[in-house]
Every structure is written in C-alpha cells, then in structure tokens.
T-cell receptor, first 115, second 114 residues
C-alpha cells in the first residue's frame, strides 16, 4: 500500500476558483514537503512543514500540517493557468531514528486549470 | 546561483549497455539524493550520499546499480547491463545538510532503453 496517499489524483478547476489537495499518511510525518512538477521537468520546492498545526503561505498557495502530523493540505486561492502541473507531497516518515533523509512521495495530483 | 545540474537530459541505451547519469549539486550543498520516477509508481528514493560516503542505499536495486559522490566532481549514478525496465526519469536532489532542510531537485535524466 502507498505510504503517502494524495487526493484527488487529478483535478480540473476553472480559472479563478479555489482548490485543495490532500496528503495523508498512516505514520507520523516528521517533515512534510510540497513540490510542483511540470510535465517533463524537475520538481520545484514550494513549502516545508515540520510542526503540528503549522501553516505557511506563498503568494496564493497555503499549506497546513495537522496537529497530529499525519495529514497535510495544500490550498490554492483564485487559481491561474500558471498553477497547472503535478503537485507532489514528500515526507520524512522515519524520523530522527530512521537514519536516512530520503523522502517518501505520494503519487501526485494532476491539476488542470480551465480558462 | 545555479541550481542542481543533471546531465544528460536524455539518454538512450541499448539493452546490455551501461548508463552513467551525472549530478552536480547546488553550490554549498554537500548532500545528494537520487530518485527514480516511473509513470505508474511515482517518485522513489534510491540512494543518499555525502562526499565520498554512501549514507543510505536502501532504495537501490541490489544488482547493476551503483552510486558515488567523489571528493571532486559530480555525483554519478551508474547502471550496468541496462534492461528495458530501467527506462525511467532519474532525478537528483541536493540539500545543504541532511537534517530538516528541503531538497532541491534537478530537471532529471530521461533514460530510454531500446
């Protein structure tokens, strides 16, 4: 089973509308990272969350990590064509005792913005 | 300030040949990570290296795959005797330290096996 579940798998949103993407783990998330990937390109770092209840914003994108540190959401306000792409959540699910810092990723959410 | 540089961007190999993928981390970053992305499987961690040391290779296939990060020069991911199933996008990421720092990714190398 997938250790990080992202939902929805794909999302079509009309330009100007708000949207939310979720990332859920059955294990405690010691660090949660949101990335954006355009087709055929690399990952662009968006935000990092570490503390339960933490919330960060950058331009029109807000990400939260819940108190139990097992779920994160990414919210885009007033979506624009430039927001289109694949959104990936990556996490350290092993923590300080894990001994490694390779991230576990969800399968991604494909976001399409309709003009 | 250049980002993570990977080359080549595209690599085509025939079955049985060797593939060498290169990664130069961001300036000031001494930690390098390799990931593989397959269409239906998502991004999977392969190996984590610091200069001259492999820290964690738990995601590396046991055979044919190796990685190094020498004192001088880029990190290299080497795949010997490639097979069709090795076709994928391989991404390199780097961070300044291995703890609580975001990893910054390169644009990847798309490996195609004929």
């Amino acid at each position: 089973s997938q250790e990080l579940e992202q939902s929805p798998q794909s999302l079509i949103v009309q330009e100007g509308k708000n949207l939310t993407i979720n990332c859920t783990s059955s294990k405690t998330l010691y660090g949660l990272y949101w990335y954006k990937q355009k087709y055929g390109e690399g990952l662009i770092f968006l935000m990092m969350l570490q503390k339960g209840g933490e919330e960060k914003s950058h331009e029109k994108i807000t990400a939260k990590l819940d108190e139990k540190k097992q779920q994160s959401s990414l919210h885009i306000t007033a979506s624009q064509p430039s927001h289109a792409g694949i959104y990936l959540c990556g996490a350290d699910i092993l923590g300080p005792a894990g001994g490694a810092d390779g991230l576990t990723f969800g399968k991604g959410t494909h976001l399409i913005i309709q003009p | 300030n250049a980002g993570v540089m990977q080359n080549p961007r595209h690599l085509v190999r025939r079955r049985g040949q060797e593939a060498r993928l290169r990664c130069s981390p961001m300036k000031g970053h001494s930690h390098v990570y390799w990931y593989r992305q397959l269409p239906e499987e998502g991004l999977k961690f392969m190996v984590y290296l610091q200069k001259e040391n492999i820290i964690d290779e738990s995601g590396m296939p046991k055979e044919r795959f190796s990685a190094e990060f020498p004192k001088e020069g880029p990190s290299i991911l080497r795949i010997q005797q490639v097979v069709r199933g090795d076709s994928a996008a391989y991404f390199c990421a780097s961070s300044p330290t291995g703890v609580d720092q975001p990893q910054h990714f390169g644009d990847g190398t798309r490996l195609s096996i004929l």
